[in-house]
């Protein structure tokens, strides 16, 4: 199921939206899928949106369209960074 919603992503972006300016592209796709990943409902949902958007960032290099995988570091890094400070004081606060 997961690897269809990725599937289905890439070919939306592949058949509507690829000859939008990068900044539309992270605002229709990945902005909804970072905001997902960063607080989403539930685990599978999170890994979901995580898989679309390795599938999606591989099918943007494949194509060669680094400025739209520039538009996404900026946000995918503050997630990690934000995700790497929680796991730290969690294991602050349990040692």
Request: aromatic share 8%; glycine share 4%.
């Amino acid at each position: 199921m997961q690897s269809a919603c990725a599937k289905t992503l890439n070919e939306i972006y592949s058949n509507c939206i690829q000859q939008q300016p990068p900044d539309t592209v992270k605002i229709i796709i990945a902005e909804p899928l970072l905001s997902i990943l960063n607080g989403g409902a539930d685990k599978a949902t999170q890994q979901t949106a995580a898989i679309c958007l390795c599938e999606f960032a591989g099918l943007l290099s494949r194509l060669g369209k680094k400025e739209v995988v520039d538009e996404m570091c900026e946000k995918i890094y503050t997630i990690f960074l934000v995700i790497y400070w929680e796991l730290s004081i969690v294991s602050v606060i349990t040692y």
